[in-house]
């Protein structure tokens, strides 16, 4: 006998899940981790700072006024003991740790490239590509073992393309892309979906001085085919955090090592 309808939307899609969202007080991380919540997942947030870069009431604080379970733990996530301590906290916490997403990042140096500080490289490599890594390295140890986990790494619609004067940023986002690849590779065989999330450009406060420029403005909205209501050419946080939902849930589960592309088009052309 089917379940009545009123039964069968009290289904949530995370409901038992635990997710640790890196990143997740500002932006794409915030957005992801109270979509995340909204569907039932008890959430650990992990972060350089506990209050939003947007303003307001911190990240897991806006969950729990909600009625869902969360936590905040202060994770640098270049720092391998503290990544360590992030995992442990979720397998204290809660028992379990079904999810994690890399959502600490950064622009990095930008302009001419011939004027760039390698020690500026250095560092956006450290954050973007090596802190995801180890946040990946320490949770997927404990998925191999649960032969479960979801996987999700920010990289960006700008790890697919070349776009100039940005060349740190491409390189690191492309590197993400390149673990996530050959993780899925290797973790598959354990039941584990390994993906990356490309977001395009997304309104957020990290880009706030970069949209208010015309000149970006105008090469954005040329490089964008998609217009959507009000003829926008950027996409909210909730649109990306509703892709990281999908690949959050079972709704994903035959796929791994691909590249999940948000951006009204942008890497299309």
């Known amino acids: 006998m089917s379940q009545p309808a009123e039964a069968e939307e009290a289904v949530k899609r995370l409901d038992g899940k ?4 890196t990143g997740g007080s500002s932006g794409i991380g915030r957005a992801s981790a109270l979509r995340f919540a909204e569907q039932g997942a008890r959430v650990i947030i992990g972060d350089v700072r506990t209050s939003p870069r947007e303003g307001g009431e911190s990240t897991h604080d806006l969950i729990r006024a909600a009625g869902g379970d969360s936590a905040f733990v202060e994770t640098d996530v270049t720092d391998e003991a503290a990544v360590g301590r992030l995992i442990q906290h979720a397998l204290s916490r809660y028992a379990g740790l079904h999810i994690i997403m890399t959502a600490a990042g950064n622009v990095g140096p930008t302009g001419d490239s011939l004027n760039v500080d390698i020690r500026d490289v250095e560092k956006h490599f450290a954050l973007n590509v090596f802190g995801s890594f180890l946040c990946a390295q320490h949770a997927l140890r404990h998925f191999r ?6 996987v999700i790494m920010v990289s960006s619609n700008f790890g697919t393309v070349g776009v100039a004067r940005i060349a740190a940023y491409c390189a690191g986002k492309a590197a993400v892309i ?10 598959g065989p354990f039941g584990i979906n ?5 977001p395009g450009a997304t309104r957020t406060a990290i880009n706030q001085d970069t949209r208010a ?8 909205q040329l490089m964008t085919p ?9 996409a ?7 892709a990281a939902l999908f690949l959050a849930s079972e709704e994903s589960r035959f796929m ?11 890497a299309a052309r």
Do not use: S
């Open 194 to 198: 390994i993906n990356a999330l490309c």
């Open 236 to 242: 909210e946080p909730a649109d990306q955090a509703n």
């Open 18 to 21: 635990v997710a640790i969202v």
């Open 178 to 187: 390149g673990f996530v690849q050959a993780l899925a590779l290797e973790f």
């Open 145 to 150: 073992r649960a032969r479960y986990g979801k």
């Open 213 to 220: 420029d015309a000149e970006v403005q105008q090469h954005w």
């Open 226 to 234: 998609l217009r959507m209501e009000g003829a926008a050419y950027i």
């Open 256 to 266: 791994t090592g691909a590249c999940l592309i948000v951006d009204g088009g942008w």
